[in-house]
């Protein structure tokens, strides 16, 4: 069993930066593909990015491309989202998520285990 548990959202101006962290503990971090996904009230949670299990393969949502970065250190069983210039568009609660030697899924449903999310809210 994987558990998972989001750091560092916030407040911040548009045109700002944020760094986002998840911290797996419970399983074996790096045979784990790791995904963040983004959920605003009312809507349907969204792919945002995700890294394979071995870090060779990154996949972006189109709305966030060239604007975030992911990555992780399996040393510190963490993966990480770098979010630059960031929009008003990007306020959501940000989630973390892992998969067993995943390679690039998007759909939220292939993710087994979740995090509790961290609030992110760009000011316009």
């Known amino acids: 069993q994987v558990q998972l548990v989001e750091s560092g959202g916030g407040l911040v101006q548009a045109g700002g930066s944020l760094r986002l962290s998840c911290a797996a503990s419970?399983?074996?971090?790096?045979?784990?593909?790791m995904g963040w996904f983004r959920q605003v009230p009312g809507k349907e949670r969204e792919f945002v990015a995700t890294i394979s299990w071995s870090g060779a393969l990154l996949v972006y949502a189109d709305s966030v491309k060239g604007r975030f970065t992911i990555s992780r250190d399996n040393a510190k069983n963490t993966v990480y989202l770098q979010m630059n210039s960031l929009r008003p568009e990007d306020t959501a609660v940000y989630y973390c998520a892992a998969k067993a030697y995943g390679l690039g899924e998007r759909r939220g449903a292939e993710y087994p285990y979740w995090g509790q999310g961290t609030q992110v809210t760009v000011s316009s």
């Open positions: 419970g399983g074996t971090f790096r045979q784990y593909a």
